[in-house]
């Protein structure tokens, strides 16, 4: 079975800590997530050994080139305010640029971490609405940033064990949000319809109206 790989297992406890703490989520569900996922790594920002922040980084491409999903970015609250998450984002860029991916894209938590990840170099450029799953509309798959197969596996493994609904429709996952909601790309740069940023680590691509279906925030 391929784990999800730390940098140094030893900070493999603390940070189902550290999820639990930020997310809430159940112990199952974190090892079910660590254990079970096949393409992910965890970066760490530790101080005497002990895990002050993480991040984890999930494979996938957008206009063709490699790319990275960073999620469940945390730091412990009695570590807040140091900059430990500001250290670590660099380590994060550093590490994509080092690994060869033209991106990094992310889904913010809450609306006021739009302004604090444009600080790193994010920018806002995922437009997207909810509406009914049966509803028409386009998809560009071109524009899509689209998960490896490792990360495909284990959403539809997630979705039988926890009963997470997920929704497919030409080549693409898609989280499902109360009864039969998906969120769908908007072609209109307006804030209320922001979703998603992308830093870029190629100056040779050009921002434009990405889109991410499926995530881990359903």
Known sequence: MILVKFENENIRLQAVDLWHEAFGD???YINFFLDTHGSCTCLAYEENGKLCSMLFLIDGTLCGKSAYYLFAAATFKSERGKGCMAKLLEKAKNYAVQNGRAYIVLVPAEPSLFDYYLRFGYKTCFYAKRQGINEEFELDKSM???WDKAHEEYIKAESEKFG???????GMLF???GENEIKVPVKTADEKYRYGMALSLDKDVSHKNFYIGLTLDG
């Open 164 to 170: 997470a609904a997920i929704y497919e429709k030409s």
């Open 26 to 28: 159940s112990a199952e």
């Open 144 to 146: 899509c940033f689209v």
């Open 175 to 177: 989280s499902v949000y």
